[in-house]
């Protein structure tokens, strides 16, 4: 997540106009929202959460293949997202 802040803030500073600020802000709350999400989902993923480290306490869990395929696939989108942003900028550029 901190690593597509970082190139974001970058953006921020080369692309200087409206429409593309408005997307920044728009990947910025993606990323922001998508890391704070399976962080907090990564954290609560077994109830009670000591069944995460220790298999022997009775609880439940969720299918931890299945939010390791949906936290994989929205970092994939969110880094093409996030790296073809300059892309229109980059293309009006004169040679």
Request: glycine share 6%; proline share 6%; net charge positive.
């Amino acid at each position: 997540m901190l690593i597509k802040l970082s190139y974001l803030t970058f953006y921020l500073r080369l692309l200087p106009y409206h429409k593309n600020r408005m997307g920044i802000f728009a990947a910025t709350a993606l990323v922001v929202g998508g890391g704070i999400s399976f962080t907090v989902s990564s954290i609560f993923m077994c109830f009670p959460i000591e069944k995460g480290w220790d298999p022997s306490v009775p609880g439940k869990c969720i299918d931890r293949n299945a939010w390791v395929y949906v936290n994989t696939a929205y970092n994939m989108v969110a880094d093409v997202v996030v790296f073809l942003l300059p892309i229109p900028t980059l293309w009006s550029l004169q040679r």
